[in-house]
Structures are given as structure tokens and as C-alpha cells.
């Protein structure tokens, strides 16, 4: 790809060796580092660092102070909100390093990230799950799971467009589109 294929800011610094997809914004004091990829038409907002060894899908909207360490990986059309947190070492210290006990984080497509959100490494957020704002995620998130809290804890169940699921009897129709689901235990998934 060349530079003309994705929109880089004059303030902002992206290493050589990065890999960046078509229509992507990368804006004010931005950094992404050698090694990274970040798919087409994402949205990387204000004063957000991207790690070498961290993945972006396209689609995603990454907004103003975000740190997407290494081995962090958010597949397509996720958004993170402002100010939210990833880390990648469950017990750092200053003093020691311990890049080599680095966690991996996935973070599922669709899913919602919210602003001032901490994703402790090592979990997964599952397809279309709804993190609240302020939640401390430390497990994983099912899919359109909807957790909040400090720990997070799951709460409810969201529809592919964000919309929070009535259940009766197993199953809900989302009142904004109209998709239809079924509960079975702790497993929430599209109707047939």
C-alpha cells in the first residue's frame, strides 16, 4: 500500500514495516509501530498507540487515547472507546521485565468496548458483546454478552445492532431490528 491509500495526520508517526489497509485515518499524535496491521477503512482517533504485534481488523473505530498493545487482537467492526484499556502482562513491575509472559487478548467482531473500559490480558471478548463503560473485564465475555462492573459481570444479552435483549421463554426479538435470538443456558445466539 502506499500512503495515498490511507490518510496518515502530519503529527502522527507510523513505523516502516506497519501495515496499514486501504481507507484507513490515522489522526493527531498517533503512533503505530513496525510490524502492526490494520485493516481497510479503520478509524484510529487522537493520541492512540498501535504495538507491533497487534492486529486491527477493518472497520474498527479506535477512539482518542487508546493503547493497543502487542498481541492484542480486535478482528472486524469493533469499537473501542475513549480512553479504554488493554494490558498484555498480568503481574508487571518496573523492575522486572516480563515481555516474555505476554498474554494474548481477542477481542471478537461487532463486539462494543467502552470509554475507560480495562480488558486484563488473556481474555476473550466474544462476536457482538457490549463492554459498559468503566467495566473491569478479568474473564471472558460470551457472545452478545452484555457485562459491567468492576470485576465485570454479565448483566444481560445485546443484539448484533447494541440493543439489550428482553428474553421470554428463551428467546427475544430485538425491538430496534427486528433480529431474533435464542437463550439456551448461558449460550445466546441468532435464531435460525
Known sequence: ???????VHESAYVDEGAKIGKG??????????????????????QN???????????????????SVYDLVEIEEDVFCGPS???????????FISRKHEYRKTLVRRGS????????????????????GAGAVVNCDVPDFGLVVGVPARRTGWVCKCGVRLKFHEGKATCEACGDSYVLDGDVCREAP
Open 24 to 45: 484507513t485515518r490515522i489522526w493527531h499524535f498517533s503512533h503505530v509501530m513496525p510490524g502492526a496491521e490494520i485493516g481497510e477503512n479503520v478509524s484510529i482517533g
Open 84 to 94: 479504554m484499556v488493554f494490558t498484555n502482562v498480568w503481574n508487571p513491575r518496573a
Open 48 to 66: 492512540v498507540n498501535i504495538g507491533g504485534k497487534a492486529k486491527i481488523g477493518s472497520r474498527c473505530k479506535i477512539q482518542n487515547n487508546v
Open 1 to 7: 500500500m502506499t500512503q495515498t491509500d490511507y490518510f
Open 112 to 131: 462494543t468496548l467502552g470509554a475507560n473500559a480495562t480488558i486484563v490480558c488473556g481474555v476473550t471478548i466474544g462476536r457482538y458483546a457490549f463492554i
